[in-house]
């Protein structure tokens, strides 16, 4: 699983509304083969959370799938 440091983070994150680019995630939650990002654009105000599920036996910590999920204000 990767690490959880703020190195670890995922940096500029696209605005899923507006393009603009995130620093970082406003919150991330880690469970066992999938880490929540809880992503807040301050520029136009859209929230949204990507997940990213991992293969608990690999020890890159290379995503396998991606998902967006829209949180409405």
Known sequence: MPGTGL???PKH???AQCGQ???FPEWT???PGR????W????????FEAVAFFDERDT??????AVSEKNHN
């Open 40 to 47: 807040h654009c301050y520029a136009c105000d859209y929230r």
């Open 29 to 31: 939650e880690q469970t």
């Open 60 to 65: 890159d910590g290379a995503a396998l799938a």
């Open 21 to 23: 680019p995130i620093a």
């Open 7 to 9: 190195t670890d983070l």
């Open 35 to 38: 880490t929540a990002y809880l």
């Open 13 to 15: 994150n696209p605005c």
